[in-house]
């Protein structure tokens, strides 16, 4: 049975355990703005001496121990940041507390930005981690924590996109007669980004059939200045219709070496379009309203980009960081990935809305967004706490009623301890 002084020390342990149960609601209800905050609850648990038998039933008080929902998802809300990021599901960030640092955390505190030197770091100064990716988005090194290293923004300067495709959609005169030329002008990029203007000329060779050939190009800033060493051409055929038949080669080349800016050597394919229509090259009467022979341009495409600046970064749902230029050119340059845990719940927190892994937790595995049961990412958004204010003050009214009762209980215990003294006296 338990005795008069047991009872006293049950309601120090009560009044203990609903100190910590409300040292938790006080902690949600400061973290109610937190990004990425779990609530945390307090736990309680009997204690029980003795055999714990109905007959021999000795009570020992409670205890309160903290629990945290981690795997509680926060509701997603819309921001003007396009770094912000948010999970939707499972799955954590991975951050370092500095770039130069080899231990990893685990947040879902997503709002980061762009430091003075472009790495991408949080309100709580965690850096976040990603896997350097070339322009197509496959990881260049190991996609393993070796792998990771702090997201640098800035680490890419500028772009340029060197021509590689050409189509010239055209009308070459049917009236021209046999050595008849007509010529078009075209603009070109070299790898560097470099602007240049070449010709395209056609020679009537036989009814039906042209044959093209290339001028060397001159700088787009400055015509007079040869740039480049152009060659390669074909011959094109025509339908009695005027559409395309066939070109050999197929397609023709053009190869331009020598770039007086230093670019890499070019090898252009020129597409005349699809055999059988002229949606690129045609050859009907000439629409001059004089009669002359001239060729009718429509429309000049090429790939190639003059040089632009680094514009800002963005992130899709995948994980893949994109670096954009005000060139309009947009490619990955990391992968951001999720580390997912067997049992998120047994994360240990720690300052900084960040969690260790634990022995209750298990071991991180990394994986890309959307994948292997992890979450996908939101750019332009944060998670939020998943405080409810509502439901803590009825925690706390709950846990008020609680330790006044502990608090009774010590003094009635006390007063009963009064009346056996003065009854011995």
Known sequence: MSSLSSSMNIAVAALNAQSASVSAISNNLANTETVGYKTTNASFYSLVTGSGSAKSFTGAGVVARPTQNITQQGQLVGTQNGTDLAIDGDGFFVVTDGTDSDTFAYTRAGDFA???????????????QGYPTDQNGDITGSA?????????????????????ELLLQANLPANAMVGDSVSADVEIFDSLGVAHSMTLTYTKSADNQWDMTVGDPVLSSDASVVSG?????GTLTFNQDGTLAGVVPDPPTIDVTGWSSGAADSSIAYNP????STNGLGQLASDDPDGDVEISVKTVKQDGVQYGSFYNASIAEDGLVYANFDN???YPIYQVPLATFPNPNGLEAQSG???VPTTLSGTQTYVKPGTAGAGTVFSGALETSTVDTADE???????QQA???????LTTAQEMFDDLIRAKR
Request: proline content about 2%; aromatic content about 10%; hydrophobic content about 35%.
């Open 144 to 164: 393993s924590a070796a792998g990771l290293e702090p997201i640098n923004v800035h680490s890419i300067n500028g772009s340029a996109i060197a021509t590689s």
């Open 353 to 355: 809305n960040v969690y």
């Open 393 to 399: 003050f009825s925690k706390l009214i709950t846990a």
């Open 328 to 330: 309009g050119v947009s």
């Open 114 to 128: 762009t430091d003075a030197n472009g790495y991408l770091v949080n309100s709580n100064g965690y850096y976040l």
């Open 403 to 409: 330790y006044s009762a502990a608090s009774q209980i």
């Open 229 to 233: 060493s152009a060659s390669g051409g």
């Open 273 to 276: 379009g699809k055999v059988g």
